[in-house]
């Protein structure tokens, strides 16, 4: 049975006359981002025309959705909301604090022990306040979202970047920071600009050796990390429809990699069989009703130039497998090529370990397609070259597998199978020799390959493809290997070829678990207790951040000038800090630490001006704090690329960093700056970055006139004297000015006044 079903049939009650009203106020056919975008509007009917990239709008998203790492900041700021219950459908899910180390059972048990006070306090405000409380080990929670709760033309909000797999169930699904989410829970709206449309139009279909991770593998390599900043991707095309609706989420999912907002499909057949096989036929039913509003008018697919911004075309029937990587998610290589690129960039070609599974390519779909060619290793009497994991998206696909033998076929050819998990693609990995910093290569079918991402070794050299891919390549335990045309060794000499993957899109007797993981919280939690221990190391109650004080910002001082690239996992890295993310004070020891200084090219030592002495960019920040003497941070590009954490914005607040001046943000990354009372600034001329001298003092001088659509004037004084005025750009609207004068968006929650 379908979880929420009245309220989705609200959503489908009221889509076609709010569509067919936005429709005749834009005056043209609209796309089904259009749609969904009009029918979430937080006053209901559309009355205005909205400009893309130009307008914030208001919205009332569906649900919300919290991963255990970012839940417990943002649960700990709904407790400061004063609310009894959240107002709208939300869920929170124990993925992330699961290590990888030696299988699922014993690493499930390990860590129960190990996280054990934040479980329960997850589980204990879940409870209290009306949440949806789904237990470790009950899977990821973008694979346990599209099990339950995805539903087409819905809007949801999560707090975790990879939020946006649910568009492939047709939704607009965005990542957000904690902050955000405490709006839509306590009841507030939520606040978006008006996104971009980028169309992709996908012709062909599927075969071969070639998946759907492969679509946005190539969309990443065409749009790069940042190219689909403030926009919505939308696909469509014959290949789409004759996609599956977990391929689509594939897709989906690595649009985070390249900025979008978001990415959604149409409702088609495919999330019809989907629901229906995850026992949400009521659902489907409901769509099939208003199947026409819940894709792009025909007008827009037959002339896209006319209705997005930018479109891309991809010829499935031509399109090849591919690897991308290392370290940046859109450098992609086709497999034909990969072996004179690897050659060329001198990258290790003895594969070490092949890992598939995760959030991002864990479907039965996909678990069958590779356990097609992993009983190829017995049938061709070949050996397994590298080590091989598989980790399952939730418990419901776990379950599922094991049933039809496909844990079996693993085990088979030696592999592990680790905990329904984020485990490795998050940095949960306990990896047996990563502390010796060896240079060497992996492949997994996860999204993300930052340097350091997945094992914590810098000179881990991480590979992007599909699960199939993944799987013959470890088999091979060879970068150059191409499955397509080139043949392996058996154990007795002769050569052979892989046989082209095959698999089911569905399982055939359905889905199965014994126990899907799921709590339910009381009907009545106002006698629900909700327990943090001062003395803990794990949690920490906030204290709301004082408010501004009316004058410019004055005798500031550098803190860092980042070079380069300078992701989430840079400002607040993943692994083993995750254990702290429920105390801020204890989390903000990782702030920027892996940052490259751009005086020094060295991560974690910057100048301590009080001093002279170089230290720790933590240390140096609370000693700047403790001095009463506010800091600053400075960036490249798309600062704050990667993951939602709402921690790599509230770790420089805590600390004392007053703004943060960059080239450009990604799109979360400022937000979140917004939304914690910090001010995030853009150079007006980006090579000022360049001016900016590592003993700088940092004057405001006319943020006492801070206003919508005025720059900033920022006085950088140098050692020697000498003074440059930069002008700083900003995105600041009326109401997110407010935020930053009562010193968070929090606070004025709190105060009622939001």
Not at 246 to 273: H, L, P, Q, W
Not at 378 to 398: H, W
Not at 623 to 642: C, F, L, R, T
Request: one cysteine or more; hydrophobic letters at 40%.
């Amino acid at each position: 049975m379908a979880f929420d079903i009245e309220m989705i049939k609200k959503v489908y009650e009221n889509m076609p006359s709010r569509v067919d009203k936005a429709r005749e106020i834009v005056g043209r056919p609209l796309t089904l981002t259009e749609k969904i975008l009009y029918n979430h509007l937080w006053d209901g009917n559309p009355t205005k025309a909205f400009g893309r990239g130009i307008d914030y709008v208001d919205f009332a998203p569906d649900r919300v959705a919290c991963q255990d790492a970012t839940a417990q900041m943002a649960l700990l700021q709904f407790m400061h909301a004063g609310k009894s219950k959240v107002a709208v459908p939300t869920t929170v899910h124990c993925d992330h604090l699961i290590q990888a180390k030696v299988d699922a059972v014993t690493d499930l048990a390990r860590a129960k022990t190990q996280s054990n006070e934040v479980f329960d306090f997850l589980s204990s405000v879940s409870n209290k306040y009306g949440i949806g409380f789904w237990k470790p080990g009950a899977g990821i929670i973008h694979q346990v979202v599209l099990e339950n709760y995805a539903f087409p033309g819905g809007m949801m909000i999560g707090t975790d970047s990879h939020t946006v797999n649910a568009g492939g169930l047709g939704m607009v699904a965005i990542g957000v920071g904690g902050a955000d989410a405490v709006d839509v829970m306590s009841g507030m709206a939520w606040e978006l600009k008006f996104p971009k449309l980028i169309g992709v139009k996908l012709t062909g279909k599927l075969s071969g050796w070639t998946a759907p991770k492969d679509v946005i593998l190539k969309v990443a390599g065409i749009l790069t990390v940042k190219g689909g900043t403030g926009a919505i991707v939308e696909y469509f095309g014959e290949g789409a429809t004759a996609m599956s609706c977990t391929g689509k989420g594939t897709i989906c999912n690595m649009g985070a990699e390249i900025g979008a907002t978001t990415s959604t499909f149409g409702y088609d057949d495919s999330m019809s069989r989907y629901l229906r096989s995850t026992n949400r036929a009521e659902v489907a039913d409901a769509a099939d009703k208003i199947a026409s509003y819940l894709t792009g008018d025909p007008e827009v697919y037959a002339d896209p130039e006319k209705y997005f911004d930018q479109v891309i075309e991809i010829d499935l029937s031509t399109l090849e497998p591919h690897l991308n990587g290392p370290f940046t998610p859109d450098l992609a290589t086709p497999i034909s090529k990969m072996k004179d690129e690897a050659v060329k960039n001198n990258w290790p070609l003895q594969i070490q370990v092949g890992l598939i599974g995760s959030c991002t390519n864990s479907s039965y779909e996909d678990i069958s397609r590779a356990a097609s060619l992993a009983r190829q290793v017995a049938d061709k009497n070949l050996k397994t070259k590298s080590q091989f994991t598989i980790t399952p998206g939730s418990e419901v696909v776990r379950s599922t597998i094991e049933r039809d033998g496909f844990i079996d076929t693993f085990h088979k050819i030696g592999a592990t199978v680790f905990a329904n998990a984020c485990g490795p693609c998050i940095g949960m990995w306990d990896r047996e020799g990563a502390e010796k910093e060896e240079r060497n290569t992996i492949v997994h079918s996860f999204n993300r390959n930052f340097s350091k991402r997945a094992d914590g070794n810098p000179n881990t050299l991480a590979f992007v493809g599909s699960p199939e891919l993944v799987t013959a390549l470890a088999i091979a335990g060879d970068l150059s290997f191409n499955p397509l045309t080139d043949k392996l060794i058996n154990e007795d000499g002769e050569e052979v070829m892989l046989d082209e993957p095959t698999g089911d899109e569905l399982p055939a007797k359905g889905f199965y678990a014994e126990d899907p993981g799921f709590q339910a919280p009381a009907e009545d939690g106002s006698s629900v207790q909700v327990v943090v221990n001062p003395a803990s190391e794990r949690l920490q109650l906030l204290a709301p951040f004082d408010a501004w004080d009316g004058k410019n910002i004055t005798g500031a001082k550098l803190l860092i000038k980042a070079f380069g690239k300078c992701t989430t996992d840079h400002i607040s890295m993943a692994g083993p800090w995750l254990r702290f993310r429920g105390h801020l004070d204890n989390i903000s020891n990782n702030m920027l630490i892996g940052a490259v200084n751009a005086y020094n090219q060295k991560t974690n030592s910057v100048k301590n001006q009080l001093t002279g002495e170089y230290d720790a960019v933590p240390a140096v920040a609370r000693s700047y704090k403790a001095a009463g003497v506010p800091s600053i941070v400075v960036g490249d590009h798309n600062y704050g690329e990667g993951s939602s954490r709402e921690h790599a914005a509230m770790e420089p607040r805590f600390l004392g960093v007053k703004a943060v001046l960059v080239k450009s943000f990604a799109r979360i990354h400022e937000t979140n700056l917004k939304k914690q009372g910090l001010l995030g600034l853009t150079f007006a001329n980006e090579a000022d970055y360049d001016k900016i001298q590592e003993d700088d003092t940092i004057n405001f001088l006319d943020l006492t006139e801070f206003a919508p659509g005025k720059p900033l004037t920022l006085e950088f004084v140098h050692a020697d004297g000498t003074k440059d005025i930069i002008l700083a750009n900003h995105t600041y609207n009326a109401g997110q000015i407010g935020w930053f004068v009562a010193g968070s968006a929090l606070n004025l929650i709190a105060a009622g006044k939001a």
